[in-house]
């Protein structure tokens, strides 16, 4: 079996905590990169090591396309070439779009969007080496269901999931000549620290409207992108799948 190296960007907590933990295996080499978060980074690798499963941790902010080109080439150094990035990082603003500002509005979108493309551009070649060797090459970028449904509440971050969407489809186009891969998966309210902060109100909204009538946890979401890397999975690119429990919008 090949090995694996898999680069997750906020992979300290939530969503991303709980990708690590799904691709960590054996075989796989995980990667993961916090912000303000270093110890609940710091605990990820040392449950990981306990299995015997090699993980670095790195600091990085992905607004800043050279720290993203560090950590990749540290990793890369380390381990040797990517076959999987995740791109999870990213951060929210429930305010109606009246009343917020613009450098409010201009984190989310340099996170969001522009942090997405930051790491796509410093980790391409990387995987472009992985495929050249008849390895795996993926990306997966977390979106959200709100790209589709475009909350009023959350308009910078609708606006920035809708952008990975179709960022996600010209990086599928572009880069199927190399063997890499990109989907996305799009999901909506999933339990996390993320969500514990957005109001009472947002939360009895999903449990009317979802099919479930239940909000997700970190575990659907990792689940698919699993999927999307494995090997067989090989047909579908430029895809956005939804893991909402039927919500729809
Ligand atoms: P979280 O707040 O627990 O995790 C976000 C992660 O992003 C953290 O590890 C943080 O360190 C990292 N991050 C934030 N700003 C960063 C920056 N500038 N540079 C590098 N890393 C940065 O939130 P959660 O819920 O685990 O979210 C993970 C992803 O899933 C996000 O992209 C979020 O938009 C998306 N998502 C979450 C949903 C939810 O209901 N929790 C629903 C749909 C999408």
């Given amino acids: 079996m090949s090995k694996k190296v898999v680069l997750v960007?906020?992979?300290?907590?939530?969503?991303?905590?709980?990708?690590?933990m799904a691709f960590a295996s054996e075989?796989?080499?995980?990667?993961l990169t916090y912000t303000r978060d270093a110890q609940s980074a710091e605990q990820?690798?040392?449950?990981?090591?306990?299995?015997?499963?090699?993980?670095?941790?790195h600091p990085l902010n992905v607004q800043n396309f050279s720290l993203c080109q560090s950590v990749v080439d540290a990793v890369e150094?380390?381990?040797?070439?990517?076959?999987?990035?995740?791109?999870?990082?990213?951060?929210?603003?429930s305010k109606q779009f009246v009343n917020c500002d613009e450098t409010e509005n201009e984190a989310v979108l340099s996170t969001n969007l522009q942090g997405v493309m930051n790491m796509t551009l410093a980790t391409v070649p990387s995987l472009k080496k992985s495929?050249?060797?008849?390895?795996?090459?993926?990306i997966v970028n977390i979106s959200s269901n709100t790209s589709l449904c475009g909350n009023a509440g959350q308009v910078a971050y609708s606006v920035t999931k809708a952008g990975v969407n179709g960022f996600t489809r010209v990086c599928a186009r572009t880069l199927a000549q190399y063997d890499i891969v990109v989907n996305a998966v799009a999901p909506g309210y999933i339990d996390t620290d993320m969500t514990h902060d957005l109001p009472e109100s947002t939360y009895s909204h999903v449990?009317?409207?979802?099919?479930?009538?239940?909000?997700?946890r970190v575990e659907d979401v990792s689940a698919i992108v699993q999927?999307?890397?494995?090997d067989h999975c090989q047909y579908m690119t430029g895809q956005v799948i939804h893991i909402d429990g039927g919500k729809f919008c």
């Fill in 9 to 20: 960007t906020g992979g300290g907590r939530g969503i991303g905590r709980e990708i690590c």
């Fill in 27 to 31: 075989n796989t080499h995980i990667a």
């Fill in 44 to 57: 990820v690798k040392q449950t990981l090591t306990a299995r015997h499963i090699s993980c670095s941790v």
């Fill in 77 to 93: 150094r380390e381990y040797g070439t990517i076959n999987v990035l995740v791109n999870n990082a990213g951060i929210t603003l």
């Fill in 131 to 138: 495929t050249k060797n008849a390895e795996l090459g993926r």
């Fill in 207 to 216: 449990l009317k409207v979802s099919a479930m009538k239940r909000t997700g």
């Fill in 227 to 230: 999927l999307l890397c494995d």
